[in-house]
Nanobody, 124 residues
């Protein structure tokens, strides 16, 4: 089993930055692809970014390209999401997810373990 715990969420103004962290425990995730998803009220959970086990492949949702950066530190069993130039439409609960293969996936169904989420609120 893998436990994922997100942190770093909060309330910020438009244009600000936040860095989310996802700490994994239970087993090493160094061979797993990891992803960040978000879900706004009344909307489907959508992929934000994903990264391969060796950080060689990354994927970003169209809404965040050029503003968000996913990274990982396998020695710390942790994945990060740097979010810059935040917009009110980025407001959502952000979830970390782990996939039991090394190649990143783009859909919710591709991931096997999920964190509880952290709230990000961006005001205008």
């Amino acid at each position: 089993q893998v436990q994922l715990v997100e942190s770093g969420g909060g309330s910020v103004q438009a244009g600000d930055s936040l860095k989310l962290s996802c700490a994994a425990s239970g087993r090493t995730v160094s061979s797993y692809a990891m992803g960040w998803f978000r879900q706004a009220p009344g909307k489907e959970r959508e992929v934000v970014a994903s990264i391969s086990s060796n950080s060689g492949l990354t994927y970003y949702g169209d809404a965040v390209k050029g503003r968000f950066t996913i990274s990982r530190d396998n020695a710390k069993n942790t994945v990060y999401l740097q979010m810059n130039s935040l917009k009110p439409e980025d407001t959502a609960v952000y979830y970390c997810a782990a996939r039991l293969v090394g190649v990143p996936g783009k859909s919710r169904a591709a991931y096997d373990y999920w964190g509880q989420g952290t709230q990000v609120t961006v005001s205008s």
